[in-house]
């Protein structure tokens, strides 16, 4: 390939690698894409963790140096470039997409502030945990909505029990929002107090009250009210205390300050309610939402032609509905095999290419409940339309939906190691984190 060749070859630019970005990357570095394309992913983390998994993470109940895919590992794997880095601007002029500095945890930089150029660039960044302005959480509550987030809460909570054991008080753990993650923490932090029973005098001591807070009237809001009523007698039965109809006016360092007034004592807080993208995508002279999500088209495009974006910071609302897709993997997924399967045809047209369209399929929803159970509603479509699973169909359909994920990263047979690895490790090793 000549010099011209090179320099006139499409770059191609994913920042944000969950599971839609590190997705297009892989199918994509995979690929002979038209013109010798280029393609480079872009990651403030070194690593990627399943998102839906994060919970597990941070009970311990899953170890993350097995669940983690590291980005120069699957770069060279998949042949694709991987720059670390956090974006925080946009030069649309110029095609540049520009990243904060590298500082190191004592203040030294190690990498400034640099540019990166693309042709096409894809933003799949994600979203987190949304405060909604109230005050403390920031100060005095945990999110796990990242890696790095989920890893830190449970090294406090490994020191936690570590002081349950030696003064002998309970821990209560307070939890705010009743979604997916908040009611799948409170069930994995069960597992991982009776996990802890079996390793002696750690365990004993090292007993948790769980409260989960919801605003709302119910838990799993977005699910059937049988599953929500199911899982919160579930819930019950495990020993956590649910609050409904109940909302946090502010976090305080030894607990959650309800309406009225009320204080629920809490060693540790939990902040799991609300979705929003990071505030800078607001500031790119692009159409967003209040949430900061970038408003795309049916080709997943933003109102530049050159940029999409895909996963939970982008808004689509599909054609006859009046509110756009939530903020889910399934989401995520289906997005990255559109854009996966689009953009090679835009790159090898000489003039606008328009796809057929985004259409999102509903395959329904699960939530898991540790080893404890598990339920889920079916995809409004086929022979089970709107159809409900519980108990061990339900796990193994949430176990197959990650197992999936692991296959279009690292390919079915590689992928199918894995699982026997994680199955042999899941009888060799402690069932919970202890170092």
């Given at each position: ?5 090179q320099k006139?070859?499409a770059?191609?630019?994913?920042v944000?690698g969950?599971v839609?970005g590190?997705?297009?990357?892989t199918?994509?570095?995979?690929q002979r ?7 480079t992913?872009?990651d ?6 399943w998102?839906?998994m ?20 699957q770069a ?8 670390p ?11 540049e ?9 004592d203040?030294?930089e ?6 990166i ?8 960044i994600?979203s987190?945990a ?8 920031l100060?005095?509550c945990y999110?796990i909505?990242?890696r790095r987030?989920?890893d830190d809460?449970?090294?406090?909570i ?10 002998g008080k309970?821990l209560?753990?307070a ?6 993650t ?8 069960v597992q ?39 899982t919160?007698?579930?819930l ?8 409904l109809n109940r ?22 807080s ?8 990071p505030a800078?995508?607001?500031t ?8 900061h999500?970038l408003?795309v088209?049916?080709?997943l495009?933003?109102a ?8 939970d910071?982008?808004?689509?609302t599909?054609?006859g509905?009046s ?11 289906q997005?990255?095999?559109?854009v ?9 047209s ?7 369209g985004?259409?999102y399929r509903?395959?329904g929803?699960l939530?898991?409940?540790?080893n404890?159970d ?7 479509f ?8 519980k108990?061990?169909?339900a ?10 994920h ?5 390919g ?12 042999i490790n899941s009888?060799l090793?402690?069932?919970i984190?202890?170092?």
């Amino acid at each position: 390939m000549g010099l011209a060749q090179q320099k006139n070859a499409a770059r191609v630019v994913i920042v944000g690698g969950g599971v839609a970005g590190l997705e297009i990357a892989t199918a994509l570095g995979k690929q002979r894409l038209p013109h010798n394309a280029s393609v480079t992913l872009v990651d403030a983390d070194s690593a990627h963790v399943w998102k839906p998994m994060l919970h597990t993470i941070a009970a311990g109940t899953r170890d993350l140096a097995q669940q983690q895919t590291t980005y120069l590992a699957q770069a060279t794997d998949a042949h694709f470039a991987f720059q670390p880095g956090a974006m925080s601007g946009l030069d649309r002029e110029r095609q540049e997409i520009i990243l904060n500095p590298i500082i190191t945890d004592d203040g030294r930089e190690l990498v400034p502030a640099r540019r990166i150029g693309y042709d096409k660039l894809i933003i799949a960044i994600g979203s987190g945990a949304n405060d909604f302005g109230t005050p403390g959480v920031l100060e005095h509550c945990y999110m796990i909505d990242s890696r790095r987030k989920a890893d830190d809460f449970n090294q406090e909570i490994r020191l936690r029990m570590l002081r349950s054991m030696t003064d002998g008080k309970t821990l209560q753990v307070a939890i705010v929002g009743g979604g997916a993650t908040g009611v799948e923490l409170a069930a994995e932090l069960v597992q991982l107090s009776e996990s802890a029973e079996a390793y002696g005098a750690l365990g004993k001591a090292a007993k948790f009250q769980i409260v989960l807070i919801e605003s709302g009237p119910r838990i799993l809001a977005s699910f059937p009210e049988e599953i929500s009523a199911a899982t919160q007698k579930r819930l019950a039965a495990l020993g956590v205390t649910v609050l409904l109809n109940r909302k946090v006016q502010a976090a305080q360092a030894d607990g959650l300050v309800l309406d009225g007034e009320e204080l629920i004592p809490a060693g540790l807080s939990v902040w799991a309610a609300g979705v929003k993208a990071p505030a800078f995508l607001s500031t790119l002279g692009l159409p967003t939402t209040r949430g900061h999500q970038l408003i795309v088209n049916d080709d997943l495009q933003t109102a530049d032609p050159n940029i999409y974006a895909v996963g939970d910071c982008a808004s689509y609302t599909l054609p006859g509905e009046s509110t756009p897709l939530p903020p889910t993997a399934q989401v995520a997924h289906q997005q990255a095999r559109y854009v996966i399967e689009l953009l090679p045809k835009v790159l090898d047209s000489t003039h606008a290419y328009a796809g057929k369209g985004f259409a999102y399929r509903d395959f329904g929803a699960l939530v898991s409940l540790a080893n404890y159970d598990a339920y889920g509603s079916l995809g409004k479509f086929g022979l089970f339309n709107g159809g409900l699973i519980k108990g061990r169909m339900a796990m193994l359909s949430h176990i197959w939906l990650y197992r999936s994920h692991q296959a279009r990263l690292y390919g079915f047979w590689r992928g199918g190691l894995l699982w026997l690895v994680d199955l042999i490790n899941s009888r060799l090793r402690p069932s919970i984190r202890l170092d």
